[in-house]
């Protein structure tokens, strides 16, 4: 078994070994021109059933995962999924619906997806939603399409420009690229924080939109907001919200109250979705009416007791994506939302920003907080001295902390601080994991101080040891090329 | 062959020698330390026509970019095609094998503008 | 309700923390917008309430026999491949940032980079993106970015949703210009006029057309590429279990809707972006990339590599903003190509075009329907009713349950009689019998 271990699938091929077989019905031939059709059979494994199954079983438990292990990667809220939610989605009903169907066909989705729409709306005090976006990435290029829309209709093309602060997530800048908006990067104050004056003087009638994430990625609320919104909407700055950290502040704020124009959630962090390994998400936006008609298409709206889908509206920036968008994943997302009250939804980000401070307050100690203040849902510590003396970096920390069963935090992000260690508990932890948690990294502190060493080698106790990163980025290696190159590899 | 005191140098981490009109490019040792390991080099075009302190090359490390920016004005001469294969000679001589475009100089007066080694240092030291 | 902390946990955690009330630790947020008013939901829903009341929901959705394709397709999807993507191991896991805890998760998309690549014959693949027409535009931008040009040529046969996307990705700062194709496919005599631009970024063209036609690639290609204009094709995967393959033709990036490889429909997501393109230009490529490796006891293993194209590095910079893809996605393509095998494909292909095939010989036995190309096609394909085909799809659908297929008539006049009909692996002779009867019956 141990031998077999990092073979690749094609490596266990054999020759005319099947798993699934389609009976053929080929009675008609093949009515193609020989020159348009493939001469070569694709390097595809040749297993059987039981093969595909147990490879893939085995490879799943090479893999961290939050069913097993705590998992506390800030700004990802890597929170329970609940199983319910998996059933419910997968219903048949839901799954066989074409995207093309008519809308007689899709009353149940189109109803869900309506109501979805309206519960977001009324958990952010906005006043119309859209769910075509795939991720919370996806959402945001959404949004800054729909802020250009905006303006261009407006008559206001000159202003070009997208100011964020340089705490933000590197999708932001990224977003601004992709629609040829220029990035404003502004610098943080010493708390992380934006700092008015700088503010002002990067806004100006070539300015389109101020984005801010809330709380910032320093998991620190502006408590200014209120001056920095009314500083930016006094120049005709659209103010959107990056809401990854939508989990800090469910139930107990809506973004819309703060003056907020636009914002996108990301239906997998903060609705509970899992999140695959890296996708599939959803990541909705949510907008004041005067942003409403720019919306991408289709819209979900309801007509004379029916549910339609919506296309024919002119001022829309069009489609972001075919069809509509990630609809398993809202369903998911939908149960989520009814399995709590409008009283109780504030219980969520209650307990996820308790669960932060109380590691921020045990871990504070050893590791340095960026910020002496209360944090919301999650912290941001770094690196010690007494072990960067010794040569210990975060990323030994987070190493070693595998060693313990424990997913690392993210790490080296926000990039305004040095030797970053990002930390989300979510609020689905419970007391007795976050001591766990505790320990583990008071031990590191430990052995970073006194054996150094020990970190420097983590993993240890993981049947994988350190990967050599730079030999991969060096001599790419991104497919197997046949079966025999990849055998002579192990 | 240059060595670091016959070099100049650039607030954003680039040396400069000079070989006659030619003005041969690098980055400085300092700079590949701070980079870590490198393992792409996107090199500027042949012929390509640079301004000085414009961006015109990018080194890779894993988990970092880094922009080159042109010391001088000019045309791209040459580009050290070695990088294409094995970027890390920039770790591991980053003044001689290392090297990574040369230029024509177009305005020598530019040259004025960069430190001499010991002013490099003190920048260095200044912004650490 | 999934919160852990009993109301003993958060007294006794915060009394820990140092403070005598929650509200001290928000203190700084401004008073006036704590504690808003809710109204989505009276009353929490337990677990079984949950489950009846999405079944209500999924019970007034009724899916018909289904004759449309048009870009999403009806399959078949192996009890493997939901059970095995079922496990929370990967259902569970993010995007594996630390290579030692994912070994498994990077694996599984080493393997899937690979299958991917030996499908559609090209050098490299993506980890995937969000879904067909994204991955076509993240391929346009990376044929502008490559090119320094301005200008792209698209087949009007392009799937109408993918080229609506490419508008709002390049947005406005391209001109898309549209190669007619009167007889069903490319005219490669217009292709060649308008490459004369000079300033073309590239030329796209779907496979099997967005009619269902093949289209005659490798002719299409060198055409393209004679002029040094990138070629990008836009392929289904399934049909490469017969149709040459983009590598095959040489195209500088392939593309396309991975939804096919054993994923549901689901009303249009989620579904799997596949993004390939030459080894060359790899560091254009947008999203996650895994490469084989080895740990530093020189044991094989695998890492997310190549970072410094995306976006939590280069930022402003980026080759995209894409961070979540559609990992689980590419896992259940992974699985279900991993079944197939090569034997499998080629089987699941044949079965597809044949059913084509029968569909078609069924209802053109009937004098009124006619194919409207005379042009080879592999599982869909465009007949004419000689009625307007719109209103008939409402009536058949009200009066049979039958979705006969997608109306053309929003491609124009010449189209308002035309329907495309599809027809996967998921039907039989008996289907192809009630369709044609449905049709006898209405025409």
């Given at each position: 078994?141990?031998?077999?271990?990092?073979?690749?699938?094609?490596?266990?091929?054999?020759?005319?070994?099947?798993?699934?077989?389609?009976?053929?019905?080929?009675?008609?031939?093949?009515?193609?021109?020989?020159?348009?059709?493939?001469?070569?059979?694709?390097?595809?494994?040749?297993?059987?059933?039981?093969?595909?199954?147990?490879?893939?079983?085995?490879?799943?438990?090479?893999?961290?995962?939050?069913?097993?292990?705590?998992?506390?990667?800030?700004?990802?809220?890597?929170?329970?999924?609940?199983?319910?939610?998996?059933?419910?989605?997968?219903?048949?009903?839901?799954?066989?619906?074409?995207?093309?169907?008519?809308?007689?066909?899709?009353?149940?989705?189109?109803?869900?997806?309506?109501?979805?729409?309206?519960?977001?709306?009324?958990?952010?005090?906005?006043?119309?939603?859209?769910l075509?976006p795939a991720a919370?990435?996806?959402?945001?290029?959404?949004?800054?399409?729909?802020?250009?829309?905006?303006?261009?209709?407006?008559?206001?093309?000159?202003?070009?420009?997208?100011?964020?602060?340089?705490?933000?997530?590197?999708?932001?800048?990224?977003?601004?690229?992709?629609?040829?908006?220029?990035?404003?990067?502004?610098?943080?104050?010493?708390?992380?924080?934006?700092?008015?004056?700088?503010?002002?003087?990067?806004?100006?009638?070539?300015?389109?939109?101020?984005?801010?994430?809330?709380?910032?990625?320093?998991?620190?609320?502006?408590?200014?907001?209120?001056?920095?919104?009314?500083?930016?909407?006094?120049?005709?700055?659209?103010?959107?919200?990056?809401?990854?950290?939508?989990?800090?502040?469910?139930?107990?704020?809506?973004?819309?109250?703060?003056?907020?124009?636009?914002?996108?959630?990301?239906m997998?962090?903060?609705?509970?979705?899992?999140?695959?390994?890296?996708?599939p998400g959803a990541g909705?936006?949510?907008?004041?009416?005067?942003?409403?008609?720019?919306?991408?298409?289709?819209?979900?709206?309801?007509?004379?007791?029916?549910?339609?889908?919506?296309?024919?509206?002119?001022?829309?920036?069009?489609?972001?994506?075919?069809?509509f968008g990630n609809t398993a994943v809202l369903?998911?997302?939908?149960?989520?939302?009814?399995?709590?009250?409008?009283?109780?939804?504030?219980?969520?980000?209650?307990?996820?920003?308790?669960?932060?401070?109380?590691?921020?307050?045990?871990?504070?100690?050893?590791?340095?907080?960026?910020?002496?203040?209360?944090?919301?849902?999650?912290?941001?510590?770094?690196?010690?001295?007494?072990?960067?003396?010794?040569?210990?970096?975060?990323?030994?920390?987070?190493?070693?902390?595998?060693?313990?069963?424990?997913?690392?935090?993210?790490?080296?992000?926000?990039?305004?601080?040095?030797?970053?260690?990002?930390?989300?508990?979510?609020?689905?932890?419970?007391?007795?994991?976050?001591?766990?948690?505790?320990?583990?990294?008071?031990?590191?502190?430990?052995?970073?101080?006194?054996?150094?060493?020990?970190?420097?080698?983590?993993?240890?106790?993981?049947?994988?040891?350190?990967?050599?990163?730079?030999?991969?980025?060096?001599?790419?290696?991104?497919?197997?090329?046949?079966?025999?190159?990849?055998?002579?590899?192990? | 062959?240059?060595?670091?005191?016959?070099?100049?140098?650039?607030?954003?981490?680039?040396?400069?020698?000079?070989?006659?009109?030619?003005?041969?490019?690098?980055?400085?040792?300092?700079?590949?330390?701070?980079?870590?390991?490198?393992?792409?080099?996107?090199?500027?075009?042949?012929?390509?026509?640079?301004?000085?302190?414009?961006?015109?090359?990018?080194?890779?490390?894993?988990?970092?970019?880094?922009?080159?920016?042109?010391?001088?004005?000019?045309?791209?001469?040459?580009?050290?095609?070695?990088?294409?294969?094995?970027?890390?000679?920039?770790?591991?001589?980053?003044?001689?094998?290392?090297?990574?475009?040369?230029?024509?100089?177009?305005?020598?007066?530019?040259?004025?503008?960069?430190?001499?080694?010991?002013?490099?240092?003190?920048?260095?030291?200044?912004?650490? | 309700?999934?919160?852990?902390?009993?109301?003993?946990?958060?007294?006794?955690?915060?009394?820990?923390?140092?403070?005598?009330?929650?509200?001290?630790?928000?203190?700084?947020?401004?008073?006036?917008?704590?504690?808003?008013?809710?109204?989505?939901?009276?009353?929490?829903?337990?677990?079984?309430?949950?489950?009846?009341?999405?079944?209500?929901?999924?019970?007034?959705?009724?899916?018909?026999?289904?004759?449309?394709?048009?870009?999403?397709?009806?399959?078949?999807?192996?009890?493997?491949?939901?059970?095995?993507?079922?496990?929370?191991?990967?259902?569970?896991?993010?995007?594996?940032?630390?290579?030692?805890?994912?070994?498994?998760?990077?694996?599984?998309?080493?393997?899937?980079?690979?299958?991917?690549?030996?499908?559609?014959?090209?050098?490299?693949?993506?980890?995937?993106?969000y879904?067909?027409?994204?991955?076509?535009?993240?391929?346009?931008?990376?044929?502008?970015?490559?090119?320094?040009?301005?200008?792209?040529?698209?087949?009007?046969?392009?799937?109408?949703?993918?080229?609506?996307?490419?508008?709002?990705?390049?947005?406005?700062?391209?001109?898309?210009?549209?190669?007619?194709?009167?007889?069903?496919?490319?005219?490669?005599?217009?292709?060649?006029?308008?490459?004369?631009?000079?300033?073309?970024?590239?030329?796209?063209?779907?496979?099997?057309?967005?009619?269902?036609?093949?289209?005659?690639?490798?002719?299409?290609?060198?055409?393209?590429?004679?002029?040094?204009?990138?070629?990008?094709?836009?392929?289904?995967?399934?049909?490469?279990?017969?149709?040459?393959?983009?590598?095959?033709?040489?195209?500088?990036?392939?593309?396309?809707?991975?939804?096919?490889?054993?994923?549901?429909?689901n009303?249009g997501g989620p579904y799997?972006?596949?993004?390939?393109?030459?080894?060359?230009?790899?560091?254009?490529?947008?999203?996650?990339?895994?490469?084989?490796?080895?740990?530093?006891?020189?044991?094989?293993?695998?890492?997310?590599?190549?970072?410094?194209?995306?976006?939590?590095?280069?930022?402003?910079?980026?080759?995209?903003?894409?961070?979540?893809?559609e990992?689980?996605?590419?896992?259940?393509?992974?699985?279900?190509?991993?079944?197939?095998?090569?034997?499998?494909?080629?089987?699941?292909?044949?079965?597809?075009?044949?059913?084509?095939?029968?569909?078609?010989?069924?209802?053109?036995?009937?004098?009124?329907?006619?194919?409207?190309?005379?042009?080879?096609?592999?599982?869909?394909?465009?007949?004419?009713?000689?009625?307007?085909?719109?209103?008939?799809?409402?009536?058949?659908?009200?009066?049979?349950?039958?979705?006969?297929?997608?109306?053309?008539?929003?491609?124009?006049?010449?189209?308002?009689?035309?329907?495309?009909?599809?027809?996967?692996?998921?039907?039989?002779?008996?289907?192809?019998?009630?369709?044609?009867?449905?049709?006898?019956?209405?025409?």
């Amino acid at each position: 078994m141990i031998e077999n271990d990092s073979k690749l699938s094609i490596e266990k091929s054999a020759s005319g070994r099947r798993a699934l077989v389609f009976n053929a019905r080929n009675k008609n031939g093949i009515k193609i021109p020989q020159h348009l059709l493939r001469d070569t059979e694709p390097l595809l494994p040749e297993l059987s059933e039981l093969e595909v199954i147990r490879h893939y079983t085995l490879l799943s438990h090479k893999n961290f995962s939050l069913d097993a292990n705590f998992y506390p990667l800030g700004s990802c809220t890597m929170k329970y999924n609940p199983r319910i939610n998996e059933i419910v989605s997968s219903l048949k009903n839901f799954e066989d619906l074409h995207p093309l169907s008519d809308d007689a066909c899709a009353q149940g989705t189109l109803e869900l997806l309506y109501h979805l729409e309206k519960a977001l709306c009324e958990i952010c005090a906005m006043d119309a939603t859209t769910l075509t976006p795939a991720a919370g990435a996806h959402g945001e290029f959404t949004g800054a399409a729909i802020v250009k829309a905006y303006f261009e209709n407006k008559g206001e093309k000159q202003r070009v420009q997208i100011v964020i602060p340089d705490s933000a997530h590197g999708t932001n800048p990224a977003t601004s690229s992709m629609l040829g908006f220029e990035t404003v990067e502004i610098k943080s104050n010493e708390k992380g924080q934006i700092d008015i004056e700088t503010l002002k003087k990067a806004l100006s009638e070539r300015t389109a939109m101020l984005m801010l994430t809330i709380p910032n990625t320093l998991g620190i609320f502006e408590a200014d907001i209120e001056k920095i919104v009314s500083i930016a909407h006094n120049s005709g700055v659209v103010v959107y919200m990056d809401g990854a950290n939508m989990n800090a502040l469910i139930g107990i704020l809506k973004p819309g109250d703060m003056g907020i124009d636009l914002m996108h959630l990301n239906m997998h962090k903060t609705f509970s979705t899992p999140h695959g390994g890296g996708g599939p998400g959803a990541g909705a936006i949510c907008v004041k009416k005067y942003l409403e008609p720019f919306l991408p298409v289709p819209r979900v709206i309801k007509e004379k007791g029916m549910f339609r889908t919506k296309s024919d509206c002119p001022l829309s920036i069009g489609k972001i994506k075919s069809f509509f968008g990630n609809t398993a994943v809202l369903i998911k997302s939908y149960a989520y939302i009814l399995s709590h009250s409008n009283d109780s939804l504030s219980e969520i980000s209650k307990n996820a920003i308790i669960n932060a401070n109380y590691l921020l307050k045990k871990l504070g100690k050893l590791y340095p907080p960026h910020n002496r203040e209360y944090c919301m849902h999650e912290c941001v510590l770094s690196c010690p001295e007494e072990l960067l003396k010794n040569q210990v970096r975060t990323l030994d920390v987070a190493k070693r902390l595998l060693d313990f069963g424990l997913h690392a935090p993210t790490v080296y992000f926000p990039l305004i601080v040095k030797e970053a260690l990002m930390i989300e508990p979510t609020e689905t932890e419970s007391k007795e994991t976050l001591d766990a948690f505790i320990q583990a990294m008071q031990k590191i502190y430990e052995e970073g101080k006194y054996h150094p060493e020990t970190l420097k080698k983590a993993p240890i106790n993981l049947a994988t040891k350190r990967m050599d990163e730079t030999f991969a980025a060096r001599n790419p290696d991104l497919r197997w090329e046949s079966k025999k190159t990849c055998s002579s590899k192990v | 062959m240059p060595n670091a005191e016959e070099v100049k140098y650039t607030k954003t981490h680039e040396w400069v020698h000079v070989e006659g009109e030619i003005a041969v490019i690098g980055v400085s040792e300092h700079a590949q330390s701070e980079m870590g390991d490198i393992v792409f080099v996107e090199l500027p075009k042949l012929g390509q026509n640079l301004e000085k302190e414009k961006p015109c090359a990018v080194i890779e490390s894993v988990k970092s970019a880094f922009d080159v920016y042109s010391p001088l004005s000019g045309e791209v001469t040459e580009v050290n095609e070695n990088l294409n294969s094995d970027p890390a000679l920039i770790n591991s001589s980053p003044l001689e094998n290392g090297w990574i475009f040369k230029v024509k100089i177009s305005n020598p007066d530019e040259l004025n503008e960069l430190m001499n080694l010991e002013k490099y240092r003190e920048f260095v030291k200044q912004n650490a | 309700m999934y919160s852990a902390n009993t109301k003993e946990d958060q007294t006794s955690m915060l009394k820990e923390i140092g403070v005598s009330s929650f509200e001290e630790l928000i203190r700084q947020i401004p008073e006036k917008f704590l504690n808003p008013a809710f109204k989505f939901n009276d009353k929490a829903l337990d677990e079984m309430q949950i489950l009846k009341r999405f079944e209500e929901l999924a019970s007034k959705n009724t899916p018909p026999l289904n004759f449309v394709g048009a870009g999403a397709y009806e399959r078949y999807v192996p009890a493997a491949v939901k059970y095995i993507s079922q496990r929370g191991e990967f259902l569970t896991a993010y995007t594996p940032y630390q290579a030692e805890a994912s070994q498994g998760l990077l694996q599984t998309i080493y393997e899937y980079q690979s299958l991917v690549c030996a499908l559609f014959e090209m050098d490299v693949s993506n980890a995937s993106l969000y879904d067909g027409a994204t991955s076509l535009a993240e391929a346009v931008k990376a044929a502008v970015r490559i090119t320094g040009k301005k200008e792209i040529i698209c087949s009007n046969l392009l799937n109408p949703e993918y080229e609506k996307t490419i508008r709002t990705y390049v947005n406005g700062s391209c001109l898309i210009t549209k190669l007619n194709s009167p007889n069903g496919v490319c005219e490669t005599n217009t292709l060649n006029e308008k490459l004369e631009s000079g300033n073309i970024a590239c030329v796209i063209v779907q496979n099997p057309n967005f009619l269902g036609i093949i289209e005659d690639m490798p002719k299409i290609s060198e055409i393209t590429r004679s002029k040094g204009v990138l070629f990008i094709a836009c392929a289904d995967p399934v049909s490469l279990g017969l149709l040459k393959p983009p590598g095959a033709y040489e195209a500088d990036f392939a593309v396309g809707e991975g939804q096919s490889l054993g994923l549901p429909l689901n009303f249009g997501g989620p579904y799997l972006g596949i993004f390939t393109c030459k080894k060359k230009y790899l560091r254009q490529m947008p999203g996650r990339i895994v490469g084989m490796t080895k740990d530093k006891e020189g044991k094989r293993g695998f890492v997310l590599t190549i970072q410094a194209r995306e976006q939590h590095i280069r930022r402003n910079r980026a080759s995209s903003n894409i961070c979540s893809n559609e990992a689980l996605c590419a896992l259940m393509a992974g699985i279900y190509l991993t079944l197939l095998g090569p034997k499998g494909l080629r089987e699941l292909a044949l079965l597809n075009h044949n059913n084509a095939l029968a569909a078609l010989d069924k209802l053109t036995k009937n004098q009124k329907i006619k194919l409207r190309f005379a042009r080879p096609f592999f599982n869909e394909f465009v007949v004419d009713l000689g009625t307007e085909t719109s209103l008939l799809r409402k009536k058949i659908l009200k009066e049979e349950n039958i979705d006969i297929g997608l109306p053309l008539g929003f491609m124009g006049e010449e189209f308002r009689n035309c329907l495309l009909v599809c027809a996967t692996e998921t039907k039989n002779e008996e289907d192809f019998e009630r369709l044609a009867g449905a049709l006898e019956k209405n025409l």
